[in-house]
């Protein structure tokens, strides 16, 4: 899992390229100015980590994980 497995652009954050100081700046430019917006894509966020990230989820895929490295059925 990464950020962009967390994260879905201008949906529950706001993503940038690696090094992208611009838009780093543009996108924490945009969450401090837009209470609406941060309000959102908080609720967002907490959807998809419940939906995405919950402890079952997170252990079943990395068991699926062991089992495919040790090459035997799940």
Known sequence: YGITDAIADKVSGL???P???EGLLGCMRSL??????????G????LR???M???????AALLGFYDAALDREP
Do not use: K, P, W
Request: glycine content about 6%; aromatic content about 4%.
């Open 53 to 59: 990230f919950s402890a079952e989820t997170v252990t």
């Open 49 to 51: 980590a419940c939906e």
């Open 19 to 21: 090094g992208d100081i």
């Open 15 to 17: 993503l940038h390229g």
């Open 32 to 41: 401090a100015e837009d209470r609406e917006l941060r309000e959102n894509m």
């Open 43 to 46: 609720q967002q966020a907490r």
